[in-house]
C-alpha cells in the first residue's frame, strides 16, 4: 500500500487529476488514457487534456510556492494596473463559482486598496 501511495503522490495535482478522469471513464489501459485526456481537454481533445494537465502542474506549482492569498492579491493588482475598475472586478468574482468564503476575501482586498 505505501509503494502505491508514493508513486501516485509522485505524479503529482495532474496526475490524480488524471487517474480520477480515467476512472470516470469506464475504460481500462489506453482506451481509459485516451478517454480521460480527450474529456478533459473538452473541444480540443486530448491535446487540450494534455495542455490541461500542464496548466494544472503549473498553478498547483505556483500555490505551493506563494500560497493562495498572495496569488490571488498580484492578479487582482495586475487587473487594476491593466485598468479594470473595483467594480468590474467584484462583477466578475461573483460570476466565479468560488466559494462565498474566497469571494468576501477577494472583495475585502478590493476595499483595502486605494
Do not use: H, N
Amino acid at each position: 500500500m505505501d509503494k502505491l501511495v508514493d508513486k501516485i503522490a509522485a505524479l503529482g495535482v495532474p496526475g490524480l487529476v488524471l487517474l480520477v478522469a480515467m476512472a470516470v471513464t469506464g475504460w481500462a489501459g489506453a482506451a481509459a488514457i485516451t478517454a480521460a485526456l480527450a474529456v478533459l481537454g473538452g473541444p480540443f481533445g486530448m491535446l487540450g487534456g494534455i495542455a490541461v494537465l500542464g496548466l494544472l502542474a503549473l498553478m498547483s506549482q505556483g500555490l505551493t510556492e506563494y500560497g493562495f492569498e498572495a496569488i490571488f492579491k498580484s492578479t487582482v493588482d495586475q487587473l487594476r494596473t491593466k485598468g479594470k475598475s473595483k467594480s468590474d472586478i467584484e462583477r466578475e468574482i461573483e460570476s466565479y463559482p468560488i466559494s462565498s468564503d474566497l469571494k468576501l476575501k477577494i472583495k475585502d482586498y478590493l476595499r483595502k486598496l486605494a
